[in-house]
T-cell receptor, first 113, second 112 residues
Framework: KQEVTQIPAALSVPEGENLVLNCSFT??????LQWFRQDPGKGLTSLLL?????REQTSGRLNASLDKSSGRSTLYIAASQPGDSATYLC????????????FGKGTTLSVSS | DTGVSQNPRHKITKRGQNVTFRCDPI?????LYWYRQTLGQGPEFLTY????????KSRLLSDRFSAERPKGSFSTLEIQRTEQGDSAMYLC??????????FGQGTRLTVV
């Protein structure tokens, strides 16, 4: 059974710092991996999607990497800002078309000014 | 079409009452998913539609839960005889094959 773990559960950093959020999954046979942002009491905003054949994806200050063989992904946030404060969720789609995402519990990030 | 829309955003109901939530997906998306999220947890899968066909249901979806997607457009999720353990955020997502999943803002259910 696929399980997704995110470490750390919470992280506090000063503004301007570069940071890395970690995601690990137990079954390397995935179709793709997606990173989301969730603000308190809100829905999920898609940040990056990495297909199983890809190694990384970039969008602005965000860079996500995927090492399928070791079952790990990282989300790198450059030059963090207070507006980046949110919960970041990692989710994998098992290697079957149409199947649902399996989520980790998230990392709650707080960036202080 | 600006994204996935869910209504209502908040629902407070008494234990034992029935509730129904609606999800309007992005119009060209053929796949629609329902998830449930409790505090401090990631979303958990409930059920999945491809067009109007319900193709998968999680064991979390007890007999009190039913979902429909008539004509492959909007979807409804009904909970009968609500219990306090049903209190959660109910999220809807839509996508096409191989593409990003887009989520709505969710419906927060509180059972008192």
């Amino acid at each position: 059974k696929q399980e997704v773990t995110q470490i750390p559960a919470a992280l506090s950093v000063p503004e301007g710092e570069n940071l890395v959020l970690n995601c690990s999954f137990t079954d390397s046979a995935i179709y793709n991996l997606q990173w989301f942002r969730q603000d308190p009491g809100k829905g999920l905003t898609s940040l990056l999607l990495i297909q199983s054949s890809q190694r990384e994806q970039t969008s602005g200050r965000l860079n996500a990497s995927l090492d399928k063989s070791s079952g790990r992904s990282t989300l790198y946030i450059a030059a963090s800002q207070p507006g980046d404060s949110a919960t970041y969720l990692c989710a994998v789609r098992p290697h079957q078309a149409g199947t649902a995402l399996i989520f980790g519990k998230g990392t709650t990030l707080s960036v202080s000014s | 079409d600006t994204g996935v829309s869910q209504n209502p955003r908040h629902k407070i109901t008494k234990r034992g009452q029935n509730v129904t939530f609606r999800c309007d997906p992005i119009s060209e998306h053929n796949r629609l998913y329902w998830y449930r999220q409790t505090l401090g947890q990631g979303p958990e899968f409930l059920t999945y539609f491809q067009n109007e066909a319900q193709l998968e249901k999680s064991r979390l979806l007890s007999d009190r839960f039913s979902a429909e997607r008539p004509k492959g457009s909007f979807s409804t999720l009904e909970i009968q005889r609500t219990e306090q353990g049903d209190s959660a955020m109910y999220l809807c997502a839509s996508r096409n094959e191989g593409e990003w999943a887009f989520f709505g803002q969710g419906t927060r259910l509180t059972v008192v």
